[in-house]
Every structure is written in structure tokens, then in C-alpha cells.
């Protein structure tokens, strides 16, 4: 265990970020072309435009253009473990750049803002049915749903919620006479922690530290799991069945 993967992050994300961001876009499409076929793409998505490329083609080539970039910016710490977690994430920021955003409260105008007390960033559609009385930014989401890593089914009752969310809410309703306060709603599936930024910012630290110990925990897991089998039908189900008699046994008082 003594030789973790630290995941990238903070200045370490920012040199490689900053690297793979002078890759030219002969270099992606050469990439591109070694991963998608011609006759596989389709340029409707537009995230790779401003390089003559669809999202599609821009995601094939990120792994093998992240792998340079990382090996470029930090030689000392490149494995590619890690350069392939960094092109993941960098994907997943690609998809959701993707999809559409909501209209702030700076986009509908200064009147919007002086009727509800928007702060510009503000999203909430205030009063429409649903909306809150607070302001909140978009909420940033896992791709991955809470009910998919939850096996106690729990999650059920709220099974298209995220794994994970986190947004920022301010509460200003008469704030002359309440005060303003700004908090982090950190949900996790169907729950959900209301944090001042400061504690918000202790949550990161841990979530980050976390994240060192789970790649470690799934490292020994994968190599564990190289003894693992799958059983014999034929022996499973004579014992399912001598488990039955044994219950029927003790249910008829026979035995």
C-alpha cells in the first residue's frame, strides 16, 4: 500500500490541463482517426467545432492525448493509471459542458433581478411552480445514479437521483433583517447536507483524501478478484434443494 496513486488535482491538474490545452487539432484528429472509424462519426454534437471536430471524435482521441500531455507536464509523476483517470475526468467536464445550461438570472436582466433579488448567478425559476424561495446555482451532478452503487435498494425511492451533487444556495428573503447567508447543498443520493462554505470546504479535503485510500482499495480489490469463479450450476441447485428438505424437516417437525 505504500506506493498510492495520488489523483490530480489543484496545481497538478492545471499543468496537465494546461498542456493537453496546446494540443493542435492535427494532433486529436490523428488520435481520432486511430480510434473512430469514418464511417462511425457524426457531427452533431458540437463540443470540438472550434477544432473542426465532434464531441465524439474529441473523446476517442482525449485517453492517447492526455497520456502525452501528462507525460510532458509531469514527467515525475505520470503513470498511466493516472493519466487515463485524468482523461476520464476530463470527458465527463466535455459531456456536461454538452448539455444544455439553465438561464441565470444575470441572462433575464436587471429587472428579473431587482423583482426576486437574484444574485446573477442565480437559475431559480421564481415564481413558477416548484421553484424554491432561496437562489441556487445549477447544481454540478455524477453521471453515475445513486440507486446503481446503493445494492441495500433504498435508493429506490429516488432512483434518477445523482450519486452526487453539490450546489450553492443563498437565502436574502428580507435580509435587512435576516441577513444574507450562503451555504453548499452536498447531496449524495436521497440525502442531503446543508454546509456553510468552510465546512463545504472540509468535506472536499476529506472527499479528496478518500479518493487516495478508494484507488487503493480498488487496486487490492481487481487483484483479488483475479481468484474469483463461478460456481456449478448442477452442485447450487442439489444444494438449494437439500436446504429446502432440511426446512421442510424442521417446519414438519420430522426431523
Request: charged content about 25%; overall charge negative.
Amino acid at each position: 500500500m505504500s506506493n498510492i496513486r495520488q489523483p490530480l488535482y489543484g496545481e497538478a491538474a492545471v499543468q496537465v490541463r494546461d498542456q493537453l490545452a496546446t494540443s493542435t487539432a492535427e494532433d486529436i484528429r490523428q488520435h481520432a482517426d486511430q480510434q473512430t472509424p469514418d464511417a462511425g462519426r457524426e457531427h452533431t454534437e458540437h463540443q470540438g467545432d472550434d477544432l473542426g471536430l465532434s464531441l465524439a471524435e474529441v473523446l476517442a482521441a482525449l485517453p492517447a492525448v492526455a497520456d502525452h500531455a501528462m507525460k510532458t507536464a509531469l514527467p515525475e509523476r505520470y503513470t498511466p493509471e493516472l493519466a487515463a483517470e485524468f482523461a476520464q475526468t476530463m470527458a465527463g467536464i466535455l459531456r456536461e459542458q454538452q448539455q444544455e445550461r439553465p438561464v441565470t438570472a444575470a441572462q433575464r436582466g436587471p429587472e428579473w433581478m431587482a423583482k426576486w433579488g437574484c444574485p446573477g448567478f442565480c437559475v431559480e425559476r421564481h415564481g413558477t411552480s416548484g421553484a424554491m424561495e432561496c437562489h441556487s446555482t445549477a447544481p454540478v451532478e455524477t453521471t453515475l445514479k445513486a440507486a446503481e452503487v446503493d445494492c441495500s435498494g433504498y435508493s429506490e425511492n429516488g432512483e434518477s437521483l445523482p450519486w452526487m451533487t453539490a450546489q450553492v444556495i443563498v437565502n436574502n428573503d428580507k435580509a435587512q433583517a435576516y441577513g444574507r447567508e450562503t451555504k453548499v447543498w452536498l447531496g449524495y443520493g436521497v440525502h442531503l447536507a446543508e454546509l456553510p462554505p468552510a465546512e463545504a470546504r472540509r468535506a472536499l479535503d476529506a472527499l479528496r483524501g478518500f479518493t487516495v485510500r478508494l484507488a487503493a482499495v480498488v487496486d487490492f480489490a481487481e487483484q483479488v478478484a483475479a481468484d474469483d469463479f463461478a460456481g456449478d450450476p448442477e452442485i447450487a441447485a442439489a444444494d438449494r434443494e437439500a436446504e429446502a428438505r432440511r426446512v421442510r424437516a424442521i417446519t414438519e417437525g420430522t426431523r
